[in-house]
């Protein structure tokens, strides 16, 4: 495809680095997440000890973990896909089959911060039953993850209608000192 060289708009490094972080910022939270399950596992066998601030963190962990990583698969489009239609299709075919799925995900990001938009500002004010914190912040990776991947799903749309590969700007591109660009 013409036009796949790594730094397509100047946004692109930008969203591209924000949507590494965000798969970085996901491992840890898994790490926490695992950590949190295993010590509440042993305050109730060992201990005889229920820890339901435990249980409620490993919660917005496991969220956060999912919120914040999607964007990073959606860039790259490697989120769960079948891909026998479109691998069989010709290579315009092929390209309207991305920019089709691509817009899929906008409306879905879309859709995802007008239910915030909706949700939030009522709930929001809410405190968690174990942490205490507003339901604001225990859904803030959620809303930052669903911005994230709105702004991804975008840049892929806007790429894909000026003729480039929109998966381009989310690889994993090194210079020649092997730094990540």
């Not at 799925?101 to 859709?111: E, H, I, P, W, Y």
């Not at 859904?139 to 991804?152: H, I, Q, R």
Request: with cysteine; glycine share 6%.
């Amino acid at each position: 495809m013409p036009g796949t060289s790594p730094i397509e708009t100047p946004g692109r490094a930008i969203l591209a680095r924000l949507t590494h972080w965000g798969t970085g910022f996901g491992m840890a939270l898994l790490a926490l997440m695992a950590v949190l399950v295993v010590l509440q596992v042993a305050a109730r066998n060992f201990l005889d000890l229920g820890l339901p601030w435990a249980d409620e963190l490993a919660r917005f962990s496991c969220i956060g973990l999912v919120f914040v990583s999607v964007p990073a698969l959606a860039g790259r489009q490697v989120m769960v896909a079948v891909t026998m239609l479109p691998d069989m299709a010709t290579p315009k075919l092929r390209q309207f089959m991305i920019l089709l799925a691509d817009l899929a995900t906008l409306a879905f990001a879309a859709l995802m911060l007008w239910s915030f938009a909706e949700f939030l500002p009522r709930a929001g004010k809410f405190l968690t039953p174990a942490l205490r914190v507003p339901n604001w912040v225990y859904y803030s990776l959620a809303l930052t993850g669903s911005l994230f991947l709105c702004a991804v799903a975008l840049h892929r749309v806007w790429t894909a209608l000026r003729r480039r590969d929109p998966s381009a700007a989310f690889h994993d591109y090194r210079d020649e000192t092997g730094q990540p660009t």
